[in-house]
């Protein structure tokens, strides 16, 4: 047991910094723009959109494991690193859209429109007026996504084996026939913490403005 962890447990944590950048990146990156969208132009039937969006939140994640992992058996994406990444992105995009959707709405339309007078693009006025503007909800939210992602335990139990097994996962081998190894159970805990104390700590002087954003408008 010691030398299976000793050999494997660098690589489970390379499999869950690898799986939950990307999915971080992928998640904001496309909830971001749909929450633009939802945000600022008029879409028939956007409220139901956006229920429709978190609605997809409502279920457990026990009641969907099983199908994808039927899914992922016929597409021969079990136990990979696309697999893993595209399963969380999709779980995380409905939260990183209603919660951009709240930061967008609190960013006047009137800064855009200045813009495009001054001869901007929509596109131009998105990069270079609004999402600097938005970086510390985009900010807040990918330290969201991060948590969530990087403590995922069921999904990675039953989809990966052991070439994209993460750290949650792992951690669940100490228990073993012989009794539970409490004392490398607790450091390799605090080793799942310290990234996320890390990442919070990098971006923790945009979230104090991102729980401020929109107190005083009006």
């Not at 779980?91 to 001054?118: H, N, R, T």
């Not at 990966?160 to 159970?185: C, F, H, N, S, Y």
Request: glycine share 6%; proline share 5%.
């Amino acid at each position: 047991m010691d030398l299976l962890q000793k050999t494997y447990f660098p690589q489970y944590f390379l499999n869950s910094a690898i799986i939950t950048l990307s999915t971080v990146g992928f998640a904001v990156t496309l909830g971001t723009l749909a929450g633009y969208s939802l945000s600022r132009f008029r879409i028939k039937g956007a409220s139901h959109v956006s229920f429709w969006i978190i609605s997809t939140r409502m279920f457990p994640p026990i009641a969907v494991v099983t199908p994808l992992y039927l899914i992922y058996q016929k597409a021969a994406l079990l136990d990979s690193y696309i697999g893993m990444i595209l399963i969380y992105t999709a779980f995380s995009i409905p939260y990183v859209v209603w919660m951009m959707k709240g930061f967008l709405d609190a960013i006047p339309i009137e800064i855009e429109e200045a813009a495009l007078v001054d001869g901007c693009s929509h596109l131009a006025a998105l990069f270079r007026v609004v999402f600097p503007l938005l970086l510390p909800g985009m900010f807040a939210t990918a330290l969201f996504v991060f948590v969530i992602t990087w403590n995922e335990f069921l999904i990675a139990l039953i989809i990966t084996g052991m070439e994209a097994k993460t750290l949650p996962v792992a951690i669940a081998a100490l228990i073993t026939d012989r009794g539970i190894q409490w004392g490398k159970m607790c450091a390799t805990a605090s080793g799942i913490m310290l990234p996320v104390m890390a990442f919070f700590y990098i971006i923790q002087k945009h979230l104090l403005t991102a729980f401020t954003f929109g107190a005083v408008k009006g």
